[in-house]
């Protein structure tokens, strides 16, 4: 294929056509040793002929720029040196450094990690950000789409500091602790959970060959194996093809739920990444003063929105937490050296409805005994709040727990470093599961998450104004907390009832 070279004030662009009938472009301009160089700057739709004009100034620019910089070496940086570091060479990995950087107080480690594992190797993270086109946005939301979920992936650290030159931190890469590919370590889950299920109904066999026992004396290892082998279940469908061929033909199943049991990605998560490239977009437009559209933010009507199914809220019934929090306490004071603040995590999840970062970073100097209030730190906000002591109980567990620690300590922190813990003690998911889930299928499981759900739930269940919800779980807008209305316990048919017998009543 031949190149053409067009004229008028595209004069410098070079297009070649592909046998695919798509067409290269190329810039032709003279170096700063006045040597003629051809640049290919792109391929259709992606690049046009404005694109590549752009491209062609800036490099013209560029060389004028740096040719008037070597003359007078004690000039100021011309702007279009400037222009090139702050704003044409920026891709979507260099604002994520700079979001993360700027936000290293309040971005958690989570969010940084989702980043990393599920947009920095995508083709779009390295390309330039004004070069970005629906159709990029498109293919990663198709890639997603069938991409197997994976929770177990890197915990790398915050980003490095920015180094004495200024420029942008370094992300680490994900890695992985174990070299194994996701397949391989759900068949080792699937064969570990054989070994255990059969160590505990040989542990059961035990109990029952004693004369005193009763079932009050294996329950645990009863429900265990329950949970085991619902887990089992699922992880069959993803580890054996004539398994995996049923569940497709089971149509009751939602695409979303079709999607939890093959383990792949929700279109729930597919739109929080989207979401996340899109804060990271916006942050540089507003701090970095770039004009850059934003590709990833996509409204309500747009081709490409993702649209969530209505979702299920859930949460512990009363007496899921009454079980829960038996057993929890037992564990408590049967280990205190190593399960001490179980009761008292747990209390507090199911009283505050806070959040996980903020029930762990609650330090002693928070803690109004006397007036019975907690001030509490909402992070995705960035501010305080105050939330009530609501028993005798939880007063008298955070007594216990302070004993007589200095005000500035951490309400819980490890007891070998004295530094705060920062996730859920792993006892608490494993307690949940032998008193909670045990008795559900997998689509219905709880986490410890569930806890400020529970809350929410059952107060708007007993009738309590959507605003004092909002005002408890510190919502920035009560549409937020407008979810739990679906729970909110219906008066239509007494208002109805009420209605029909004004006007049947007979004088």
Known sequence: MSYISLGGKYSGIVTRLSKNGSTTFYVSYRNSESKVIRKKVGVSPEMTNAKALLVLNDIKEEIRAKKELSENPNSPIPKILQKKVD?????????????????????????????????????????????????????????????????????????????????????????????????EREQVDYDNNIKEINRLESIIEEY????????????????????????????????????????????TLTIDQLNALRGILSRKSIKELLLLASTIVNYANRHKRLNIRNEFHILKGD?????????????????????????IKIITEKYPETHNYLYLISLLGLSTAARRD????????????????????NFKTEKNFVSAISSPAIK??????????????????????????????????????????CNKSY??????????NTVASHL???????AHIAQLLDHASIRTTEIYTQLAPSTAKDDIATFAEDFLSVD
Do not use: C
């Open 396 to 437: 008298s567990e955070i007594v216990r727990i302070i004993d007589n620690r200095p005000a500035s300590s951490f309400l819980f922190e490890n007891p070998t470093t004295e530094m705060k813990i920062t996730v859920f003690p792993p006892k608490m998911k494993e307690v949940l599961d032998y008193t909670v889930n």
């Open 87 to 183: 704003k044409k060479t920026y891709t979507l990995n260099d604002l994520a450094d700079y979001y993360f950087y700027e936000n290293e107080s309040k971005s958690n480690r989570a969010v940084q990690n989702k980043y990393n594992y599920h947009i920095s190797d995508q083709p779009f993270a390295n390309k330039n950000i004004h070069l970005l086109t629906e159709e990029d946005i498109e293919g990663f939301i198709k890639r997603k789409s069938l991409q197997r979920s994976d929770n177990r992936r890197s915990n790398s650290g915050n980003v490095t500091k920015l180094h004495e030159k200024g420029s942008l931190p370094k992300r680490k890469r994900k890695s992985r602790a174990v070299n194994l590919s996701l397949e």
């Open 358 to 377: 903020t029930i762990l970073s609650i330090k002693i100097e928070d803690i109004d005994l006397e007036n019975n209030n907690i001030k509490l730190r």
């Open 443 to 452: 689509l219905n499981f709880l986490t410890i998450k569930e806890f400020r």
């Open 460 to 466: 708007i269940m007993g009738g309590t104004a959507i």
């Open 303 to 327: 081709k490409l929105y993702i649209k969530n199914e209505n979702r299920k809220i859930k949460y512990l019934t009363k007496e899921e937490i009454k079980n829960y929090l038996q057993e």
């Open 208 to 251: 029952k060959n004693q004369v005193e026992s009763t079932p009050e004396d294996y329950w645990r290892e009863e429900n265990k194996i329950k949970y085991l082998k619902e887990i089992n279940k699922v992880l069959g469908y993803r580890l054996f093809p004539e398994k995996a061929r049923k569940l497709k033909q089971d149509k």
